[in-house]
């Protein structure tokens, strides 16, 4: 299969509703979209992607109006996280509408929806008029895809378009929020931080990840994630890094916001925590293009209250990407 890229949102749109697979923008990372209602189609989707079908998919939706399209209901809190928080880098799961294919979920009964920022992501969604299932546009198991060419790099042969655009704003994926209760429970950090939800949503709770009840809450926790080919490491203290006698041989790659150590051979120094959230996932493919052996990644505190949400889902990728190592004190 030839994998077209596009900069026409209705050519894409009618691939889309051809039951057909395109990667398009959104401001958090690319997604994979493919009609929700299609088994066909979503088998296809997680074929292209090497997805585990037990990690359901989020569902992209043009407006607030367009829910009845993926949900079989819109609960109260629902509606009030998706007035305060939408458009925008949020994830709400709600109930399933009888419509949604089974593989979408993964078998369960609620859906999480999404009405993303981006201008494009929002024509798109419109000129399609359907409900579109979109998981990040990247091989499962890689760093999520911020720009249409890492996409491309993963997925060129696997799908039918890329709808062409400039790169991710955000960088990080949505912030995933529980709203079938009656108090708003964040599955996975975004931007959209917990501190965030709290000051509108007091009692709302961060999910531990270790509950009993993690296989039913949030699958997608299980997977391993977002790790490239080097070892990864995080760094609170750069200045005093320094490599082990045994590992001098070894190339070095480095992202944070201080200077690096002096001896990587690969480095990105991002200007601020919104620059190194918008870069990571292309840092991350970087280093592994140039071979690095280890990824040192610098954890940073968020500067302001406004920054904390961005900075905690930031530490989340990173230990994710590190496999979910222990921090070191170094
Ligand atoms: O920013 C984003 O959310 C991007 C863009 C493309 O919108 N999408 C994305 O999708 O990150 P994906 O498939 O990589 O991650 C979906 C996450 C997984 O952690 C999955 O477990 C969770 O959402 N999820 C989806 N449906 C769920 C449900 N019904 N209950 C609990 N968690 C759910
Ligand atoms: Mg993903």
Request: hydrophobic share 45%.
């Amino acid at each position: 299969m030839q994998t077209k890229i596009l900069d026409c949102v209705e050519d894409a749109a009618a691939i889309l509703r051809c039951g057909g697979l395109v990667a398009f923008p959104t401001e958090t990372v690319f997604g994979l979209g493919a009609d929700a209602r299609s088994e066909a189609a979503i088998k296809r989707l997680f074929g292209a992607k090497g997805r585990p079908s037990d990690n359901p998919l989020i569902v992209h939706l043009a407006d607030f109006d367009q829910w009845p399209l993926a949900a079989r209901a819109m609960t109260e809190l629902g509606r009030r996280v998706l007035d305060h928080f939408a458009p925008g880098p949020i994830t709400v799961i709600l109930p399933k509408a009888e419509s949604i294919c089974q593989s979408v979920t993964a078998g369960l009964d609620t859906v999480g929806i999404r009405i993303p920022a981006s201008d494009l992501a929002r024509q798109l969604l419109r000129a399609a008029a359907i409900p579109i299932a979109a998981p990040s546009a990247n091989l499962s198991g890689r760093p999520s895809g911020t720009t249409w060419a890492s996409v491309l790099e993963d997925l060129d042969g696997r799908i039918d378009a890329i709808l062409r655009a400039d790169s991710a704003q955000v960088g990080l994926e949505s912030s995933v929020v529980d709203c079938t209760g009656s108090v708003p429970i964040l599955l996975r950090p975004g931007s959209v931080g917990l501190e965030e939800l709290r000051r509108h949503f007091p009692t709302a709770t961060a999910f531990d990840g270790v509950s009993s009840s993690t296989s039913a809450v949030s699958p997608g926790i299980r997977h391993p994630h977002y790790q490239p080919r080097a070892k990864v490491r995080l760094v609170t203290n750069v200045e005093s890094w320094s490599p082990a006698e045994a590992e001098l041989e070894l190339k070095f790659a480095y992202a944070g916001i201080d200077a690096p150590p002096a001896r990587t051979n690969y480095c990105e120094r991002f200007a601020d925590l919104a620059a190194y959230a918008r870069g990571f996932y292309e840092f991350l493919r970087a280093a592994d293009r140039g071979g690095a052996d280890v990824v040192l990644l610098q954890v940073v505190a968020a500067a302001t209250a406004e920054q904390a949400g961005l900075a905690a889902a930031l530490f989340d990728r990173q230990r994710r990407a590190a496999g979910n190592c222990e921090i070191p004190s170094a």
